[in-house]
């Protein structure tokens, strides 16, 4: 019991347990009632029982942990790299943010070298997805990790501070995909380590030299009084808020310290400038794979039509489909531009039906698709009752692995499809089961499966193990320039010697990246079985080769992991554990590391914990985003408004000049030609007011046009005139007409 409450608060033990508890997935509010039941179950005094609001804040004391801990091993480190992603969950962003740096055992007596690390900073919901918002986000992270740190007991009694001064002068490199934003995110924090570079040159400056920061002091107050005098007067300068001074003079005091830090920074050897400068940028090993697949898939499918051959079977939803059903046929009949849409909105080939056999098989929604149904059919077959890969979240490999399963098992898959045909009352499969159905009927949609499960088994499976298996948790992503060289080169082998992947004994030891044994002996075992019987496998496949070829120092201190799976897997985290737990705060969800503190250090993270709890950070938070987009929406609002009052002052202003204005018909073709596009169309509302026949839109079209419609209308008005003047008499070949 005494471990359990200590001076009548729970101890630190109890709530490292109800940490734990909650990281293996228990519900909060059941954290007290387990551990009363174990307890009794123990025969030992049953505690009192533990409250969601404590467990929670037990979780948040974690947290407080973990941040000191983090900004300690920063503050201690020489070099540090960043790494990013982001995600939407329930329309909502979310930005996963990585450290990595080089730390030592903890354990006593451990005197091995220092080993490359992978700390979470942080999951945080944001605004959007742009460049300023992702770096604004970790701006704010940084300065929240500084302001814990620096309050530590544990700061204090190390001596030691942490500032993003020292975050940027650390920061060696940046890890993430290869998105366009990201790039521009890497452009920002380098304009961000500049600017904080020469502030931290101009500041030791002033400390290290008295007569330059009295000279700086008295160069500050001129400032100063420039300001007030700028913002016209005391009396004006004392009416701003304070914070709106406050945030004047240190704009300006910042300025100055980063002109001194320029003088600084010039006076540095080039050696010292290169290493305070140093910062690179490296993309995720696995969505450079991702992008040469895509890349090969996109040639291999074009190759069809180079060959001269229909292409895979159309696979397109039910509307287009039934649009392109009613299509005429013939060399003499012009598609419809319904039909045209149909068409080009429709796909086809291997990557479309195993997308389609990932819905049907393994569907995002689990109330939809087959699921259980499909494992205990494949089970009952004595085949392997896994999970069909997920193809709808599009994970590394996801289509890959799934184009194994569709050839290893394709007899099987179609018996399936049979089945629940069959089991159906109208003994019909949907319109998604039947495009797969016959896409598995296809050979060219087969062709392409198995040219993608040879890429597979001879490129992907043996680069990612190289890349991301075991061992390679300390492997830098800037050390693998000579792996994708000879990656290049392999693949330039097999389009050279294309018997490598096609030959009559196939062997790992050659057609293999790395000469590593097959990662999927039966998929590849059924793919060169297949092989003979597809005409087209070999350009097919030599096509999506040649693709993901087209498409696709300081080492030691920037270290970077050679994938990004730290921030998808945090981010895939949390969307499994907003799932179970949706009233989850993000606060909490990032603080389930443990650290060994004094007992001051605990009880200094108890007071941070339940300031945290009080603020309503979170609540803050989300009430932050929604300003954001209802500023957003306003601001649109504001925008479209003022668009459409122009637009009805253009309209007033023409009106008015037409009425206003006694406008004399031209009835001469030169003279029509001198007319600029306003006067044409004041001729041709004229007109229209007695021939309603004259087009609308015609500030759309061109002069040329706008003529061309006059001068027939001059002509059937002329006709009219000959007609009337039959009729009556002499008519005047030319009137005054008032436009009104």
């Not at 890497?186 to 030299?209: I, M, P, T, V």
């Not at 002996?521 to 019987?533: E, N, P, R």
């Amino acid at each position: 019991m005494q471990r359990i409450i200590s001076k009548g608060v729970y101890s630190q033990q109890s709530r490292s347990l109800a940490r734990s508890l909650v990281l293996a997935g228990c519900a909060r509010e059941a954290v007290g009632k387990l551990v009363q039941q174990v307890f009794k179950l123990l025969g030992l005094p049953i505690p009192p029982w533990m409250s969601r609001r404590t467990v929670g804040r037990a979780i948040l004391e974690g947290g407080v942990a973990e941040k000191v801990q983090l900004a300690h091993e920063m503050a201690q480190t020489k070099s540090l790299t960043v790494s990013t992603d982001k995600t939407s969950h329930r329309h909502v962003n979310y930005e996963s943010r990585h450290i990595s740096y080089k730390v030592t055992s903890y354990a006593k007596n451990d005197v091995t070298p220092a080993k490359p690390v992978v700390r979470l900073l942080g999951v945080e919901s944001s605004k959007n997805h742009c460049s300023e918002t992702q770096l604004e986000g970790l701006q704010l992270s940084v300065a929240a990790l500084a302001t814990i740190y620096n309050d530590s007991p544990l700061a204090q009694c190390t001596g030691s501070d942490f500032s993003d001064w020292i975050f940027t002068r650390k920061a060696k490199g940046i890890n993430g995909d290869h998105a366009a934003d990201q790039k521009k995110a890497f452009w920002l924090f380098q304009a961000w380590k500049s600017e904080n570079l020469l502030a931290d040159l101009g500041n030791n400056a002033l400390s290290e030299n008295p007569a330059l920061s009295a000279s700086f002091s008295e160069a500050l107050d001129r400032a100063k009084h420039q300001l007030v005098a700028e913002a016209g007067g005391l009396e004006c300068w004392n009416s701003l808020l304070p914070s709106e001074r406050t945030k004047l003079e240190l704009t300006m005091k910042s300025s100055m310290v980063r002109t001194l830090g320029q003088d600084a920074y010039l006076g540095l050897s080039e050696t010292e400038k290169h290493e305070a400068e140093f910062l690179i940028r490296a993309g995720c090993c696995m969505h450079k794979e991702l992008n040469a697949v895509k890349g090969g898939n996109d040639v291999m499918m074009a190759k069809w039509d180079r060959l001269g051959v229909e292409g895979p079977v159309l696979l397109a939803n039910k509307d287009n489909d039934a649009t392109l059903q009613g299509a005429s046929h013939g060399a003499d009949c012009e598609p419809t531009p319904a039909e045209v849409r149909a068409l080009n909105e429709s796909n086809q080939g291997a990557v479309k039906a195993i997308s389609l056999a990932g819905g049907i098989f393994n569907n995002k929604d689990k109330k939809k698709g087959q699921h259980d149904t499909y494992c205990w059919y494949m089970e009952n077959r004595g085949l392997v009752a896994s999970q069909f890969p997920d193809t709808s979240n599009v994970r590394f490999q996801s289509h890959i692995e799934a184009a194994e399963v569709v050839l290893t098992d394709h007899q099987a898959i179609l018996e399936f499809l049979e089945f629940v045909r069959d089991k159906k009352d109208h003994w019909k499969l949907n319109h998604m089961e039947l495009n797969l159905y016959k896409a598995l009927h296809c050979s060219k949609t087969m062709t392409e499966v198995v040219a993608i499960v040879i890429y597979g088994g001879t490129v992907l499976h043996p680069y990612s193990q190289m890349v991301r298996g075991p061992g390679t948790e300390s492997l830098n992503v800037l050390d693998l320039g000579p792996l994708h060289e000879e990656l290049k080169k392999h693949l330039k082998v097999i389009l050279t010697n294309p018997k490598l992947i096609f030959g009559a004994n196939v062997a790992p030891e050659t057609a293999c990246f790395g000469g590593r044994p097959w990662c999927n002996t039966a998929a590849m075992a059924a793919a060169f079985k297949l092989a003979s019987k597809l005409e087209h496998l070999h350009p097919i496949t030599l096509a999506l080769f040649q693709g993901a070829l087209d498409n696709t120092e300081e080492r030691d201190a920037a270290w970077m992991p050679a994938t990004n799976d730290a921030n998808e897997g945090a981010l895939g985290a949390f969307r499994l554990r907003a799932q179970d737990k949706p009233t989850l705060s993000m606060h909490q969800h990032n603080s389930f590391v443990d650290a060994t503190f004094t007992s001051e250090d605990f009880c200094h993270a108890m007071r941070l914990a339940r300031e945290i709890d009080r603020a309503g950070l979170e609540k803050n938070r989300r009430l932050e985003i929604i300003w954001h987009e209802e500023g957003e929406v306003q601001a649109k609002r504001q925008r479209v408004a003022e668009r459409q009052q122009k637009e009805a002052q253009k309209t007033v202003s023409r009106e008015a000049e037409r009425n206003a204005t006694v406008m004399v018909l031209t009835l001469n073709e030169e003279e029509l030609n001198r007319l600029t596009k306003d006067k044409l169309i004041i001729q041709l509302e004229i007109h229209r007011v007695q021939e309603s026949t004259i087009p609308r839109g015609l500030r759309s079209m061109v002069n040329k046009d706008l003529i061309r419609i006059l001068i027939a209308q001059i002509s059937v008005v002329l006709q009219q005139n000959v007609h009337a003047a039959s009729a009556s008499g002499p008519c005047e070949q030319g009137r005054s007409l008032d436009s009104s």
